[in-house]
């Protein structure tokens, strides 16, 4: 039998499903030998097919996402490149760009010589740049700690202090000054030390430059190269650049000149050199020529120092000005201040004395009551006066600076012995009541300067005091003709003298010559203003009554004669007040004169406060600095003797 393969087998009819039976027929049964009748086939389950899911909803999503973060980008893109582009430019400007003012050159300080009495060398400005000490910058957080110690010792300065500059509150903060006007030589150790960190920083990527932001200005520093000479004339010159106190304060509008300014690119804090930058410069100030003459000024200085030194004195003060011009001098204080270190100076001594002290002057300003006798014609020179040994005015007994019996002295006797009683029975004679003496002896005072400022528009001037006569005191209406009571300063005292040697027109006191700019161009002073005080021939006699204190035996001004010379001077020895205590507590010594007498050239005058060593009269201690002062003014100005005599005014008489 042949078998056949399933493959060739044939496939087997499936039955279908049976028919339904006819309706109304009965049903056929198998008959004998018929084949029986087949099992209807179990009903077959569906398939179920599995289909692949359409890729288009999520390619939808997909394109749907992406096209929402790139329109997030691009209108990001829009607001950065449109709406804020230039806010953002800014901020990419500031970041990029450093600008740092340039400091304009001082102009120098000079005597009427031209010699330098202060003047600018190149110094330098250390300054950071504090973002570049912090984290992201350096990778560490020490950075600013590490810089600090390194600086400390360079710039003499806490290490603390640098820590906190270059940790700033503001974290924005570009810009911070160490220190200022610093010596080449400090900037040449922390640029040595700045470079040899970048060297190794090239080397060892583990180190780190920490003074990467440490930089530099060119700017000046003031020197003073004579020290303390004229220091109270010159002042200093603060840490911000400005003037101080005296002529650096009063003129630094003009020594300052006009600060300029740079800006540059900048990255790790250095010059990117390939980007251009832009640089307003800076206009260098104003020499100043001062009228001093550098010489006469030591002598002054050097004489009142000695002194003040030796008489133990609390301070003391000459000027020397030119009677003819009005110009000063020299103006001298003790003790001083050398301006190139005012770490070592004391407060009290800082300043202009001459011009900021006020006092009573004493004596030395009965030359103003006699002067008002003379102008007012009342008095000659040669007028009687008797004097007594005490005189009983108001609710005071008058005397004089010694005890005596009665004087018969002239008027101009009353001046050459310095008498407080017969200046004040001399002034009485001024007016018919005493009241309207007093108005007329203000007056004068007033024409003199007493209490008024000087002209010199010096910081810190003090008018002194000088009351109403409508509210003087019974004891002020006495006091005042012999110069107590009243209060001036130096330069006041100085002008008076200056203003009878100079046939009684008053010129206002300079210090300035001029200034030269930048462009070499020289300005002159404004001339000074001149006022006719008293009668020429009123100036004449109260110089030969002033020669009277100097030269006759009886003078108390003797220690201030020159030989070949004619002097007119006086002597003052006042009370003096306390500034501590506001009560009298030791005396001012004081000196006032000029020369030649019958021609002068040179006025000065001298003062000393409350000398507690020795003697304390003016013409003991003051009169010898006069003439050591006048005698090297006259040679310095070769000023020749005139070679005429004296008119040796009588002092006293007979009764």
């Known amino acids: 039998m042949t078998e056949v393969s399933d493959r060739e087998a044939p496939r087997r009819r499936v039955p279908g499903p049976a028919k339904p039976a006819r309706s109304g027929g009965a049903q056929r049964r198998p008959g004998p030998g018929s084949r029986p009748a087949r099992r209807p086939a179990p009903p077959r389950r569906p398939v179920r097919l599995i289909r692949l899911g359409s890729p288009r909803p999520r390619l939808r999503m997909v394109s749907l996402a992406l096209t929402l973060v790139l329109l997030a980008f691009v209108v990001r893109l829009l607001q950065v490149q449109g709406v804020d582009a230039s806010t953002y430019a800014a901020k990419a400007e500031k970041n990029r760009y450093v600008g740092y003012t340039l400091a304009a050159e001082r102009g120098g300080i000079t005597d009427r010589n031209g010699v330098a009495l202060a003047t600018s060398v190149d110094a330098y400005d250390i300054t950071a740049d504090p973002t570049l000490f912090s984290r992201e910058q350096l990778k560490i957080d020490d950075g600013p700690e590490q810089a600090a110690a390194l600086l400390a010792p360079i710039l003499n300065q806490d290490q603390a202090a640098i820590v906190r500059k270059l940790r700033p509150e503001n974290k924005n903060l570009r810009y911070t000054l160490l220190a200022s006007r610093q010596t080449p030589q400090v900037w040449k150790q922390i640029k040595d030390l700045k470079n040899a960190l970048t060297t190794k920083a090239e080397k060892d990527k583990s180190t ?71 640089e307003t410069p800076a206009v260098p100030g104003s020499d100043v020529e001062l009228t001093i003459d550098r010489d006469i000024q030591w002598a002054a200085q050097n004489a009142i120092s000695e002194q003040v030194a030796k008489s133990k004195a609390d301070r ?102 310095s008498s407080n009683i017969g200046t004040i029975l001399a002034t009485g004679q001024l007016g018919k009541t005493q009241k309207q003496s007093n108005r007329i002896l203000y007056d004068y005072l007033r024409k003199f300067g007493f209490g008024s400022y000087t002209g010199l528009g010096y910081p810190g001037e003090t008018p002194g005091i000088l009351a109403a006569p409508g509210t003087w005191s019974t004891s002020q209406q006495y006091t005042i003709p012999f110069g107590q009571g009243v209060s001036i300063n130096a330069m006041q005292a100085a002008s008076v003298y200056s203003t009878v040697a100079n046939g009684g027109v008053r010129v206002e006191p300079t210090l300035v010559r001029g200034t030269e700019g930048p462009d070499g161009q020289f300005t002159p002073a404004p001339k000074p203003k001149k006022t006719r005080v008293i009668s020429a021939k009123t100036a004449k006699t109260l110089a030969q009554m002033l020669e009277s204190v100097v030269d006759d035996r009886e003078g108390t001004g003797t220690k201030a004669r020159i030989p070949g010379y004619r002097v007119a001077g006086k002597t003052g020895t006042a009370n003096r007040v306390d500034p501590a205590t506001g009560r009298y507590r030791g005396y001012t010594s004081s000196f006032a004169g000029f020369a030649p007498a019958d021609k002068p050239r040179v006025t000065v005058y001298c003062a000393i406060q409350n000398a507690t060593a ?27 003797p005139t070679g005429a005599k004296a008119a040796k005014l009588p002092v006293s008489y007979r009764p």
Not at 220 to 231: E, I, Q
Not at 382 to 402: A, E, M, Q
Not at 614 to 640: D, H, R, S
């Open 208 to 278: 780190v430059n920490v003074l990467a932001g440490v930089l530099s200005v060119a700017s000046s520093k003031r020197v003073y190269p004579n020290g303390d000479l004229a220091a109270g004339i010159l002042g200093w010159v603060n840490s911000d650049g400005k003037g101080g106190g005296g002529i650096e304060q009063q003129l630094n509008k003009e020594l300052s000149g006009k600060d300029g300014e740079i800006r540059y690119a900048q990255s790790g804090g250095r010059q990117v050199p390939t980007v251009g930058s832009t």
């Open 614 to 640: 020795g003697n304390y009269f003016g013409g003991q201690i003051c009169g010898p600095i006069y003439k050591k002062v006048m005698e090297f003014a006259l040679k310095t100005l070769q000023v020749p």
């Open 316 to 417: 003391g003060y000459v000027i020397v000005q030119d009677t003819q011009t009005g110009e000063i001098l020299a103006m001298a204080n003790s003790p001083g201040f050398d301006p190139n270190d005012l770490s070592e100076a004391s407060a009290a001594n800082l300043g202009n004395a001459a011009v900021q002290d006020a006092y009573e002057p004493g004596s030395t300003a009965k030359v103003i009551s006699m002067a008002a006798v003379l102008e007012e014609g009342v008095a000659t020179p040669g007028t009687f006066v008797v004097v007594p040994n005490r005189l009983h005015r108001g609710d005071r007994l008058f005397k004089d600076d010694i005890d005596h019996p009665t004087w018969y002295l002239t008027l101009n006797g009353v001046l050459a012995k």
